[in-house]
């Protein structure tokens, strides 16, 4: 076994190899870039060195500077995760001949299997089966075109190396391909260095179905069961679970053969992720094959009890797999798992990715049945050049309904206060009768994507005052106005005196407070009478008796008209987080007596909504434009932005270049009325 590793990437993944590597005894050698100075993979490692600057393709793109830490620090082996050069053949025979033992497939494998055009040529002379589609290296955007159309519409087109949702286009007409193409190509050059794309078919309403399999240089291949994929949005996943409530003992059988096929027909070492295309009359197609560790991983190992870090490890260094694995060729699950992202994005906005510091993060305590890999901890910042996940969250349980009550469960107790987070999202999602039910396809998301993003007027209409999570924050603020008081009281001459009561007690009439919640745009209004968990509330015309109210370490008791309910609840300065076992409400508290100054849309002008590099500037100054126009083209957070123009007009002045870096609000485009 290895004495010193380095680990050729960053974030949570980069934390998990560390954990199992401490687990071993093993010393870790991280690198990091000028943005991860203080990240957390570089506090956990034994080492940490520099590579570059903030952008990919200044650090954790730059092999030749990897592999110098990794022979200055003394490793014996590199272990390059997911992303960055995970797949890139190039990088594995650089590490090879330089002596250091690359924890994953060889080159030559990953050319033939990390090639997601290579591997379709492949499993087609195998006989497994395959989307009909174009995979040559030809790129000329002329014969793509010839190609889309022999092909036919639906199709995709996909960046033939990376994954995780980044350069792929469904396009449904000629018109639209070439668009597509360019934007395509374009997000594949930025994320993996390579801008080569694939086309084929598009099936409609698949389900996405993967194998974990493991080979090591002894001969031996097997495969660790299946992940189900399906819920995903733009093809990007978004949960995982194993075993997959769709498929049938023999289609599980057959598939799993085809994999462990796959695989042996080149002799592969580590591990590697088939990935199939399911129809929903149980027909499969080969995807792709993934030669790395997949974002994912967790599930299998949560039924599985495998440390698939660890089988990576002792492969690379030469052992064989566990007898009982090849013994079997896989081994049953136990139990169910789940795994959802948390990241850092506005649902509302297009999931628009956030950047920025986590003021509060609280994430569930890790158990038997609960299992975080995060990369950042409260007070950490969310770096604008790298994905915006904040934590990937594990469920297990004996069945798929516990599996999921666990993730409802943990989800609850998320708490995220600075950039916007996904955590509703994720709640609604696994509520959702397509997930519970287990009948989500790869489009499903897209397509309904409004189930998924009710907002909380919506949801809080039926008329039940007991339910309104308005008024809960209210009384969350004023027990804990009153607390403040009592506090301060304690330390005054006279803790009786009515003047350091919260109660909005005054001589001649009965107390009367406002409380002023903002939820968004919405200013709402509260009066209350009463204290010390008794009170009388109303807004509008809504009015409601609450009694017996208690808040104690984060939970909030009380009698709603006689109902007793409780909410989680968490107040970090003026914010005011509500969760009643279901769904989970924001709020601000605001001044009660403030002005209010009229709101209109900045409709003149297109600001950036993030930090981010200017890709292509597709308007003119003088040029008269419709709502909706695209107007410029961004690149933040490796995915590709369009800003459009909010109204119709007339481009008055455009404020950057291609090439230009802006920060959050930049003024970019001006726009003035048609005269």
Same mark, same amino acid.
């Given at each position: 076994?290895?004495?010193?590793?380095?680990?050729?990437?960053?974030?949570?993944?980069?934390?998990?190899?560390?954990?199992?590597?401490?687990?071993?005894?093993?010393?870790?050698?991280?690198?990091?870039?000028?943005?991860?100075?203080?990240?957390?993979?570089?506090?956990?490692?034994?080492?940490?060195?520099?590579?570059?600057?903030?952008a990919p393709r200044d650090s954790y793109l730059r092999g030749e500077a990897i592999i110098e830490v990794a022979l200055k620090s003394g490793a014996q082996a590199i272990h390059p995760?997911?992303?960055?050069?995970?797949?890139?053949?190039?990088?594995?025979?650089?590490?090879?001949?330089?002596?250091?033992?690359?924890?994953?497939?060889?080159?030559?494998?990953?050319?033939?299997?990390?090639?997601?055009?290579?591997?379709?040529?492949?499993?087609?002379?195998?006989?497994?089966?395959?989307?009909?589609?174009?995979?040559?290296?030809?790129?000329?955007?002329?014969?793509?075109?010839?190609?889309?159309?022999?092909?036919?519409?639906?199709?995709?087109?996909?960046?033939?190396?990376?994954?995780?949702?980044?350069?792929?286009?469904?396009?449904?007409?000629?018109?639209?391909?070439?668009?597509?193409?360019?934007?395509?190509?374009?997000?594949?050059?930025?994320?993996?260095?390579?801008?080569?794309?694939?086309?084929?078919?598009?099936?409609?309403?698949?389900?996405?179905?993967?194998? !974990?399999? =493991?080979?090591?240089?002894? $001969?031996?291949?097997?495969? @660790?069961?299946?992940? #189900?994929? /399906?819920?995903?949005? *733009?093809?990007?996943?978004?949960?995982?679970?194993?075993?997959?409530?769709?498929?049938?003992?023999?289609?599980?059988?057959?598939?799993?053969?085809?994999?462990?096929?796959?695989?042996?027909?080149?002799?592969?070492?580590?591990?590697?992720?088939?990935?199939?295309?399911?129809?929903?009359?149980?027909?499969?197609?080969?995807?792709?094959?993934?030669?790395?560790?997949?974002?994912?991983?967790?599930?299998?190992?949560?039924?599985?009890?495998?440390?698939?870090?660890?089988?990576?490890?002792?492969?690379?260094?030469?052992?064989?797999?566990?007898?009982?694995?090849?013994?079997?060729?896989?081994?049953?699950?136990?139990?169910?798992?789940?795994?959802?992202?948390?990241?850092?994005?506005?649902?509302? !906005?297009? =999931?628009?990715?956030?950047? $920025?510091?986590?003021?509060? @993060?609280?994430?569930? #305590?890790? /158990?038997?049945?609960? *299992?975080?890999?995060?990369?950042?901890?409260?007070?950490?910042?969310?770096?604008?050049?790298?994905?915006?996940?904040?934590?990937?969250?594990?469920?297990?349980?004996?069945?798929?309904?516990?599996?999921?009550?666990?993730?409802?469960?943990?989800?609850?107790?998320?708490?995220?206060?600075?950039?916007?987070?996904?955590?509703?999202?994720?709640?609604?999602?696994?509520?959702?009768?397509?997930?519970?039910?287990?009948?989500?396809?790869?489009?499903?998301?897209?397509?309904?994507?409004?189930?998924?993003?009710?907002?909380?007027?919506?949801?809080?209409?039926?008329?039940?005052?007991?339910?309104?999570?308005?008024?809960?924050?209210?009384?969350?603020?004023?027990?804990?106005?009153?607390?403040?008081?009592?506090?301060?009281?304690?330390?005054?001459?006279?803790?009786?005196?009515?003047?350091?009561?919260?109660?909005?007690?005054?001589?001649?009439?009965?107390?009367?407070?406002?409380?002023?919640?903002?939820?968004?745009?919405?200013?709402?209004?509260?009066?209350?009478?009463?204290?010390?968990?008794?009170?009388?509330?109303?807004?509008?015309?809504?009015?409601?008796?609450?009694?017996?109210?208690?808040?104690?370490?984060?939970?909030?008791?009380?009698?709603?008209?006689?109902?007793?309910?409780?909410?989680?609840?968490?107040?970090?300065?003026?914010?005011?987080?509500?969760?009643?076992g279901e769904r989970r409400s924001q709020f601000d508290h605001a001044p009660a007596f403030a002005f209010v100054g009229a709101t209109s849309e900045d409709t003149d002008r297109v600001v950036a909504p993030m930090p981010g590099r200017i890709v292509m500037i597709k308007a003119e100054p003088g040029q008269d434009v419709a709502e909706g126009t695209e107007l410029l083209?961004?690149?933040?957070?490796?995915?590709?932005?369009?800003?459009?123009?909010?109204?119709?007009?007339?481009?008055?002045?455009?404020?950057?270049?291609?090439?230009?870096?802006?920060?959050?609000?930049?003024?970019?485009?001006?726009?003035?009325?048609?005269?």
């Amino acid at each position: 076994m290895f004495s010193t590793i380095l680990i050729a990437n960053r974030g949570e993944i980069a934390c998990r190899v560390i954990r199992t590597c401490r687990r071993l005894g093993i010393r870790t050698v991280a690198v990091y870039s000028v943005a991860d100075a203080t990240a957390q993979h570089v506090r956990l490692a034994d080492a940490a060195y520099p590579i570059g600057g903030p952008a990919p393709r200044d650090s954790y793109l730059r092999g030749e500077a990897i592999i110098e830490v990794a022979l200055k620090s003394g490793a014996q082996a590199i272990h390059p995760c997911y992303g960055f050069l995970s797949e890139n053949a190039d990088f594995a025979d650089a590490v090879a001949a330089a002596g250091i033992a690359f924890i994953g497939p060889s080159g030559t494998s990953m050319r033939k299997m990390g090639s997601k055009a290579g591997a379709k040529d492949l499993m087609d002379s195998h006989g497994v089966p395959v989307v009909p589609g174009y995979t040559g290296e030809d790129q000329d955007p002329a014969l793509l075109a010839r190609e889309a159309r022999r092909i036919g519409f639906p199709l995709m087109i996909k960046a033939a190396y990376g994954g995780g949702g980044k350069g792929m286009r469904i396009v449904r007409s000629a018109e639209e391909f070439s668009a597509n193409l360019e934007s395509c190509q374009r997000e594949a050059g930025n994320a993996f260095g390579r801008d080569r794309v694939l086309l084929e078919r598009y099936v409609e309403k698949p389900r996405h179905i993967e194998f !974990q399999v =493991f080979g090591d240089s002894h $001969g031996n291949i097997v495969h @660790l069961n299946e992940r #189900e994929c /399906s819920a995903q949005r *733009r093809y990007q996943k978004v949960l995982e679970e194993t075993p997959s409530p769709f498929l049938t003992p023999d289609l599980r059988t057959r598939m799993g053969e085809a994999a462990i096929g796959a695989a042996r027909a080149l002799d592969y070492v580590n591990a590697g992720t088939v990935e199939f295309i399911v129809g929903q009359q149980g027909d499969f197609y080969f995807m792709e094959i993934n030669t790395r560790l997949q974002v994912e991983h967790p599930v299998t190992e949560m039924v599985l009890g495998l440390d698939l870090v660890e089988l990576q490890l002792r492969v690379a260094a030469g052992e064989s797999l566990p007898a009982s694995l090849i013994r079997n060729k896989s081994i049953p699950a136990n139990g169910h798992a789940i795994e959802v992202r948390l990241y850092a994005e506005d649902p509302d !906005q297009g =999931f628009l990715p956030g950047s $920025g510091a986590l003021r509060t @993060l609280r994430l569930p #305590e890790p /158990s038997s049945h609960v *299992r975080i890999d995060s990369g950042v901890i409260e007070g950490d910042n969310v770096s604008v050049f790298y994905d915006p996940m904040i934590a990937k969250m594990i469920a297990w349980d004996v069945d798929r309904a516990s599996a999921l009550q666990r993730m409802r469960d943990a989800l609850a107790e998320v708490i995220v206060i600075g950039p916007k987070s996904n955590v509703a999202f994720l709640e609604r999602l696994v509520r959702h009768p397509a997930v519970v039910d287990g009948s989500i396809d790869t489009g499903y998301l897209d397509r309904h994507l409004d189930e998924f993003l009710v907002g909380a007027d919506a949801e809080r209409a039926g008329g039940d005052p007991s339910s309104d999570p308005r008024f809960s924050a209210a009384i969350v603020s004023l027990l804990d106005d009153e607390a403040e008081a009592m506090s301060a009281a304690r330390g005054s001459n006279d803790p009786h005196s009515p003047w350091n009561r919260a109660d909005g007690w005054r001589h001649g009439h009965p107390g009367k407070r406002v409380i002023v919640l903002l939820d968004g745009d919405e200013r709402i209004e509260i009066s209350a009478r009463g204290a010390n968990g008794d009170y009388h509330l109303a807004t509008g015309e809504t009015r409601i008796d609450v009694s017996h109210a208690r808040l104690s370490k984060g939970w909030l008791s009380a009698h709603y008209d006689g109902v007793s309910k409780r909410h989680r609840a968490f107040v970090d300065g003026a914010r005011i987080t509500l969760h009643d076992g279901e769904r989970r409400s924001q709020f601000d508290h605001a001044p009660a007596f403030a002005f209010v100054g009229a709101t209109s849309e900045d409709t003149d002008r297109v600001v950036a909504p993030m930090p981010g590099r200017i890709v292509m500037i597709k308007a003119e100054p003088g040029q008269d434009v419709a709502e909706g126009t695209e107007l410029l083209v961004m690149e933040a957070m490796k995915m590709e932005l369009t800003l459009r123009s909010p109204r119709d007009g007339r481009v008055e002045a455009i404020q950057a270049e291609a090439g230009d870096f802006v920060e959050a609000d930049a003024i970019l485009v001006r726009l003035e009325p048609i005269v």
